[in-house]
């Protein structure tokens, strides 16, 4: 390939008014999967004193949803890039709801182990595959703007799990179970939006703008 100019940015799509209403969108979805991992430590207090857990069981759910991702992230990309980010993200959000729900269902601490591993799955994924939507979205010089703020949205669902025994209290006060069904049905936001997305991106993405003074040479092997 060379280039006679550069003028102009192109590979990027970047002239649709709802690209911001996409970035809206990943950063709901992102933010309530980043909500649903950090969720047991706000009641990891609870689940000693009511449940027994130990503090190496804690932390075993704490760190099981990392595995996942540990063996999955190639795989996640490769999926990614056959079946387009916006249908990967919302198959990894109905994974992170199927989790979230066994995990605030769970009545063994195996089952909740279980729920946990199952959310790991999607967590890694999602995160990817919405970083890779927004560059559909997005044009080169945009898009790390977008992305930038897709990660400070996405932090907000942390701090708000953080947060949650202050503005949830009246949860947390009924035990440790009814902070994870919030969890849960805050995942569960996330899939609606991640399924808006999905809608947005099948029918209204625009075509990619192609550089200007930009032409293509077949590649010749020396």
Same mark, same amino acid.
């Given at each position: 390939?060379?280039?006679?100019?550069?003028?102009? !940015?192109?590979?990027?799509h970047?002239?649709?008014?709802?690209?911001? $209403?996409?970035?809206?969108?990943?950063?709901? #979805?992102?933010?309530?999967?980043?909500?649903?991992?950090?969720?047991?430590g706000? &009641?990891?207090?609870?689940?000693?004193?009511?449940?027994?857990?130990?503090?190496?069981?804690?932390?075993?759910?704490?760190?099981?949803?990392?595995? %996942?991702?540990v063996?999955?992230?190639?795989?996640?990309?490769?999926? &990614?890039?056959?079946?387009? %980010?916006? =249908?990967m993200?919302? /198959?990894?959000?109905?994974?992170?709801?199927?989790?979230?729900?066994?995990?605030?269902?769970?009545?063994?601490?195996?089952?909740?182990? #279980?729920?946990?591993?199952?959310?790991? #799955?999607?967590?890694? #994924?999602i995160? &990817?595959?919405?970083?890779?939507?927004?560059?559909? $979205?997005?044009?080169?010089?945009?898009?790390a703007?977008?992305?930038?703020?897709?990660?400070?949205?996405a932090?907000?669902?942390s701090?708000?799990?953080?947060?949650?025994?202050? $503005? !949830?209290? !009246?949860?947390?006060?009924?035990? $440790?179970?009814? %902070?994870? /069904?919030?969890?849960?049905a805050?995942?569960?936001?996330?899939? &609606?939006?991640?399924?808006?997305?999905?809608?947005?991106?099948?029918?209204?993405?625009? %075509?990619?703008? =192609?550089?200007?003074?930009?032409?293509?040479?077949?590649?010749?092997?020396?």
């Open positions: 390939m060379s280039q006679a100019a550069t003028v102009g !940015a192109g590979g990027g970047g002239d649709s008014a709802l690209r911001w $209403w996409v970035l809206l969108l990943a950063a709901i #979805a992102v933010s309530s999967s980043y909500y649903e991992a950090d969720a047991i706000p &009641i990891a207090d609870l689940l000693h004193r009511q449940r027994g857990f130990s503090q190496s069981q804690l932390g075993t759910l704490n760190g099981i949803i990392s595995v %996942p991702s063996v999955l992230a190639l795989v996640n990309g490769l999926l &990614i890039d056959r079946y387009g %980010p916006a =249908r993200a919302l /198959w990894s959000a109905v994974v992170g709801v199927v989790g979230a729900l066994v995990t605030a269902g769970a009545g063994s601490y195996e089952v909740m182990v #279980a729920g946990r591993f199952i959310f790991g #799955a999607s967590e890694g #994924a995160f &990817i595959a919405l970083v890779a939507a927004l560059a559909r $979205w997005f044009s080169p010089s945009g898009i703007l977008a992305t930038a703020l897709y990660l400070s949205l932090r907000v669902g701090y708000a799990a953080d947060t949650s025994p202050t $503005w !949830a209290r !009246a949860l947390y006060d009924s035990g $440790w179970r009814a %902070p994870l /069904w919030l969890g849960a805050l995942t569960a936001a996330g899939f &609606i939006a991640a399924l808006v997305l999905y809608a947005l991106d099948r029918k209204h993405l625009p %075509p990619p703008r =192609r550089a200007v003074g930009v032409t293509e040479e077949p590649v010749r092997w020396a």
